[in-house]
Every structure is written in C-alpha cells, then in structure tokens.
C-alpha cells in the first residue's frame, strides 16, 4: 500500500523506503516560452557569445568533450579505412537505417552490379548521414553535463531555509565545474567581519562550506567589514569582488583607504589573494559608496560592474583583464543608473534579451528589508518601472533583502538567494541564507515570491530546526525522536496547511504536529497552542496546551499501524480545525475552538523512534 503525499511523494507501506516521485507542483511550471537553450559558461546565471561560451566550458565539458571527440575520430577512421561493404554495414548500425547491399563479399573486388553513378550516390548519401553522426556526437557533449541540472525543478530549498547553517549574508552566485557556489558574507560586527566562506552543492540540496577562502591577511590594506563577495570566472581564473572597511563619504580625501576590492584564485574555493593590491574603486562617485558590487559579462563579453550604496548606484566597464575600470564612449568611468526606491545591493541578470537590474530598499537591520527590480532594453538603463517581488512575510520571516540568482543551465528554471532574518531574533547581525523559486510572467516581469516553509531531510540536516527535550537526529531522510521531546521551526502561522508523514514505533507511543503554539520551553511547562497526534493505539486527536496542561478538543479512531509512516495533514482557518489521516478528501476530526489564533510550528513526541518526514507549512 502507498499513499500520495501533497508534493508528489508516494510513502511506501511499512519496512518500505519512500521515494520522492517530484519536487515540484505548488506553483506549477515555468513559462515555456522563456525556455533557454545559448550555451553557458561556468556563471550559470548569465549566458555567453558563442565564442566566450566556447572558450570557458567546464572542466566537466571539457572531460565529456574530450571523450565524444576521441570518439568521433575513430569512428571516422573506421569508415575511411574499412572497405567498401564494410563502411555501409558499420553506417547502416550507426545511422539506424538499412543500406541497400548489391555485393556479396567483404571486399571492394566484387561490387555485384554496382556502378560509378550507384556509387557516387551512395557515397554522397554516406557523408550526409556520417555528418548527422558526428553533429550528434558534439550537441552531446554539450548536452551531457547538464542532464542531471535539468531536473532541479524544485519550489524552495525542500531540505529546508536556511539551507545552510550560520549567520550569513548578502549572497551572490556562480555555477562552477558542474556545482552551484554561494558567496555570502559572514554576518558578524564589523571588526569580526574579516573572512569570507563558500559553499557548494551538485543539487541544491547537499551543501559544501568552504572557509576562509578569503581573509584580510591576503588582503593588506583590508582590515573590517569585508562583505558581499560577486565572484565571476574568466581568462582561466577566479574573482571575487568585495567591499572592505565601509569607507564613509569624505574619507578617501582624508588619506582613510576603503572601497571595493578584486581579488584572483586558480580554483573556485581559492585561496583568494588580493590582485592589485589596493582598492579597485576606492571614492565616491555620483554619490555612491563603494560597496555591495555584482559583475556581469553581457553577451558580446564586455564585462560591467554594478555598484553602490546611500542610495545611490553605478555602472562601469570592466576591462577585458578583469582588475581595471574601463571607460564609456564619452570618456567617462563611472555612469550613474539609480532606480526609484534604491538603496544598496545591486544584481544583474538578463533573459530573453531582456537586462533585470535588481536591488534591495529599506535598512538591513529592519523588518522591511527587501528586494525590487527594473527592466531595460540596455544594460545601462534606463530602467523602467520599480517592483518589488521579495518582502517580508510575518508568518515566516523577516528582513529578507540583499539576494543573487540561480539559474539552472538550459532551462527556465530560477532561483532567488537571499539572506533573511528568523522571526524571533533582534541581533541585526542574525541574518541566515535561503532560496526560493523565482517566476516569470509571461510578459516577462517576475512574479513576487513566497517565501515556502518546507523540508524533507534529505540533506541529513535539521538545520533550523530549536529543540526541546529528549534529542531529535536526522536519520533516512527522517526526523527522529530519541524520546520525549519537541522540535519547533521559527514560525508564526495563523491559518495554514500543514503536511507531513509520521510513523511511531512503540505501542503505548504518539507523536504528532504541533500548531498556534507558543511558550515553548525546555520542561513544556509553559507551553501553549494545539497538537494533532495519532497513536499506535488506533486514534487520532486533537488537544491543545494551556501553560502545559493538555485537554482533549476532539478524538477518532484511525487504523495506525506501528512504524509505518502515515500521512497527516491539518487545517485551521480561523476557528475552524480539521485533521486528515492518509484520505485528504474526508477529515478524522472537525472541530471549533477559538482559544489559538497565531504561533509557532512544530512537531512533538512521546517517546524514542517517532520519524517525522516531508514537512510543508503553508497559507490555505
């Protein structure tokens, strides 16, 4: 027996693994008609002329390449050397076709009735087939390196935000030799700000932290502040661009050296070292400071730097050496581009011919942090109409801003990274990484993002997750109990939707989903809201917690069987509650109460070997 989870899983019967079926389906697709198909260098957000496309593949390309060309040529020796017959049997098993054979023997000394006209045709027929072969042979090894990106069509981080553990920052982007790298900052004061970590992941799932790929000892004339990393690839190296030492306007005159750095590494997690040794934008200019950059090499592989803080933002060449500012057609460096509603953290993408110039408004250690953007038929500008697509949501988080993008090479497929604030903290500097899917309209503009509240565990992480209790540990894609205890997500829902699948292991066990809670301590002694649990018992109940003492709202029977993983499911829309067993089309309990009306998220447990599976909170 199986039952169908809402994203697509199918939880097999007991003593059966589950498997995940989809990631996808809460929003549906992306548009078609934006599909892209140009070939992409190692920065897989941004796509290359052919001729820069060609000369940076990845060294996964280039090892697929390699083997399909060997390939290719001895395919074509064969068919040279071998003799006539011979070349039409091996083209009739290469091309899938049947080749008319006039002669018997294996030789070209018995061509049957063979002719020079027959021949000449046959011939010609030949070269056409073998140059479909080898056209074929070379679109797959362009092909090939991306077959796995292409099913990373997920809604969220489905292993949970954040998808990375650590207070992080400002993150920008890079696909790199077959991984997706985040370059975040690492949110500490200032003074404590003096290193950079990298992480890396094949799916967006399973993440890699790479430290101290770059610190202020190979950078001299940095010494605090070190923030917002836009790493790109080019010339057979690796920049990172960062800001350094938060220069105020009027000091650089004043002798005080600051601005926005460069520095080089021969491999993506560095070591990074400082490429010019000093500044590579040092002053204010057209009001600007020179802070949160992104680099973007456009499709005739002029690269631009955009940049700017205090409101203010800029755009300038970047030479073709990557670590000096080129100049405009009017003679001039630096060009002024800022959109309505700017404040700091620049980003540039283009699709479909289209430039997106996004950026993030309010102050970054409030609640109203967030992300806009701008459309222009240039990448100077003018930019249009300002939208904002990313804010913050009360219910999951706050302060969420200061993003880069992913796309997934050769599909329409996007992602927005960004940092956020979790709900119950006010350090400004408690900031955290996480992603969403990102949508197009057809038009072309971006639809807002919502900010989804799922995982899965197939990270083996619990990775935002405050425990209370008994331990709890990730084991099997499951979050399991060690014993009496709750595990609680940083939320703040009112009405929702909230999915998982639950097994339980003991007969005198339950273990369920705790809802509108709040007062949630280490003894529970406080704790507050409702919970919906099924027993190995054969029942299903609703109860809800008033300063840890537990009353029975509604009960019913259930066919629970012990370690098999159930499908559960709660609404609560106003005073509303309803609780679904495995049938989401008819509820085990219905009931009013009135006493709960916001909080928390999270699951409990009665005993040792409760597992907890696909999560999903989420609005009605």
């Known amino acids: 027996m199986s039952i169908d989870h809402p994203d697509g899983a199918v939880i097999q019967a007991a003593g059966m693994a589950p498997k995940l079926a989809t990631r996808s389906g809460d929003q549906g697709s992306a548009s078609s008609p934006g599909m892209r198909t140009t070939l992409f260098d190692e920065k897989g957000t941004r796509p290359l002329g052919v001729a820069e496309g060609q000369g940076k593949m990845t060294l996964r390309r280039r090892r697929w390449s390699s083997s399909a060309y060997i390939t290719v040529f001895i395919i074509c020796a064969s068919l040279i050397l071998a003799p006539y017959n011979l070349r039409l049997r091996l083209l009739s098993l290469l091309s899938g076709r049947g080749w008319h054979f006039t002669g018997e023997a294996w030789d070209d000394t018995s061509p049957g009735n063979y002719t020079a006209a027959t021949g000449l045709a046959e011939t010609l027929e030949m070269a056409r087939s073998l140059l479909h072969l080898v056209a074929g042979l070379i679109g797959m090894t362009q092909a090939l390196p991306f077959v796995r990106q292409a099913g990373l069509n997920y809604t969220t981080a489905e292993s949970g935000n954040p998808f990375v553990d650590g207070w992080y920052a400002d993150p920008d982007t890079e696909f790199y030799e077959g991984k997706y790298w985040v370059f975040p900052t690492s949110s500490l004061p200032y003074d404590e700000q003096t290193y950079l970590d990298a992480f890396s992941s094949p799916d967006l799932i399973h993440w890699e932290k790479h430290a101290n790929i770059l610190t202020i000892e190979n950078v001299k004339w940095a010494t605090r502040a070190v923030w917002a990393p836009a790493p790109i690839f080019r010339n057979g190296k690796y920049f990172i661009y960062f800001g350094a030492n938060d220069i105020q306007e009027g000091q650089p005159e004043a002798g005080v050296i600051g601005g926005i750095g460069v520095a080089v590494a021969d491999k993506p997690e560095g070591p990074y070292v400082d490429a010019i040794g000093k500044p590579l934008i040092g002053e204010y200019y057209n009001g600007a400071q020179p802070i949160d950059q992104d680099v973007f090499i456009d499709d005739d592989g002029q690269a631009y730097i955009f940049y700017g803080g205090h409101s203010h933002a800029n755009v300038a060449k970047i030479n073709d050496d990557m670590i000096s500012i080129g100049q405009f057609d009017d003679g001039t460096s630096f060009r002024e581009i800022t959109p309505e509603g700017y404040t700091e953290g620049t980003q540039m993408i283009k699709r479909n011919g289209k430039y997106y110039l996004m950026w993030s408004e309010g102050v970054w250690t409030g ?151 709040g007062n949630v301590s280490g003894d529970l002694s406080q704790l507050t809201g409702y919970h919906a649990k099924i027993s190995a018992s054969g029942s299903v109940i609703l109860e809800k917690f008033v300063t840890g003492a537990s009353s029975i709202l509604s009960q019913s029977d259930a066919i629970i069987t012990l370690a098999t993983e159930h499908h559960i499911r709660v609404t609560a829309v106003g005073s509303q509650i309803s609780v679904f067993v495995d049938d989401m089309q008819t509820p085990r309990i219905a009931a009013t109460d009135t006493s709960f009306s916001t909080g928390a998220d999270g699951v409990r447990s009665s005993a040792a070997g409760a597992r907890f599976g696909y999560i999903s909170v989420a609005k009605p």
């Not at 038929?377 to 302060?399: C, M, N, Y």
């Not at 979790?422 to 038009?443: I, K, W």
């Not at 060690?482 to 005198?508: E, K, P, Q, R, W």
């Open 367 to 517: 609640p109203d942090y967030s992300v806009s953007y701008a459309m222009s038929d240039s990448v100077l500008g003018p930019f249009g109409e300002t939208v904002r697509i990313l804010q913050q949501d009360p219910e999951v988080a706050k302060g969420s801003g200061h993003n880069g993008v992913i796309n997934i090479p050769n599909t329409d497929v996007w992602y927005i990274v960004y940092h956020r604030r979790p709900l119950s903290e006010t350090d400004g500097n408690h900031r955290v990484l996480a992603y969403d899917r990102m949508y197009f309209n057809e038009d072309g503009t971006i639809a807002p993002v919502n900010m989804l509240v799922k995982d899965d565990f197939a990270d083996g992480q619990s990775v935002g997750w405050k425990q209370y209790g008994s331990a709890w540990s990730v084991a099997d894609e499951r979050f399991v109990s060690a014993g009496a205890g709750v595990a609680m997500l940083d939320t703040n829902f009112g009405d929702l939707v909230y999915d998982a699948t639950i097994s339980v292991s003991g007969s005198d066990a339950d273990a369920g989903l705790l809802f509108r809670a």
